[in-house]
């Protein structure tokens, strides 16, 4: 019902900048959270930053807080994602999720509570 794409990924090096999109179509109204997750080979998937999108307010991990910025247009049903002073360790597939469930501090960065899930871009950064 709710499909998601994701787009802006690529090669970057070390202390570099990619800003990731996710363009949501079909039924999206009433949406709590969407939210970006990333996985890496041989990883579990871990929440990345997640946007209430009524309220606007944002939780990122503490890994990327400070350096990444979670955004959304509302009017163009599209979620950001700008990353900057990106680390080999930021390298992962990074796939955006939204949820209709309302969701408090500790689950918002969960993946098993999101379920609507986009394929996912990748982001490679190098030394």
């Known amino acids: 019902q709710v499909q998601l794409v994701e787009s802006g990924g690529g090669s970057v090096q070390a202390g570099g900048s990619l800003r990731l999109s996710c363009v949501a179509s079909?039924?999206?109204?009433?949406?709590?959270?969407m939210g970006w997750f990333r996985q890496a080979p041989g990883k579990e998937r871990e929440g990345v930053a997640t946007?209430?999108?009524?309220?606007?307010?944002?939780y990122y991990a503490d890994s990327v807080k400070g350096r990444f910025t979670i955004s959304r247009d509302n009017a163009k049903n599209t979620l950001y994602l700008q990353m900057n002073s990106l680390k080999p360790d930021d390298t992962a597939k990074y796939f955006c999720?939204?949820?209709?469930?309302?969701?408090?501090?500790?689950?918002?960065?969960?993946?098993?509570?999101?379920?609507?899930w986009g394929q996912g871009t990748q982001v490679t950064v190098s030394s």
């Open positions: 999720a939204a949820t209709r469930q309302p969701l408090v501090v500790s689950w918002r960065l969960k993946p098993e509570y999101y379920n609507y």
């Open positions: 079909g039924y999206t109204y009433s949406a709590y959270y």
């Open positions: 946007i209430n999108t009524n309220s606007g307010a944002t």
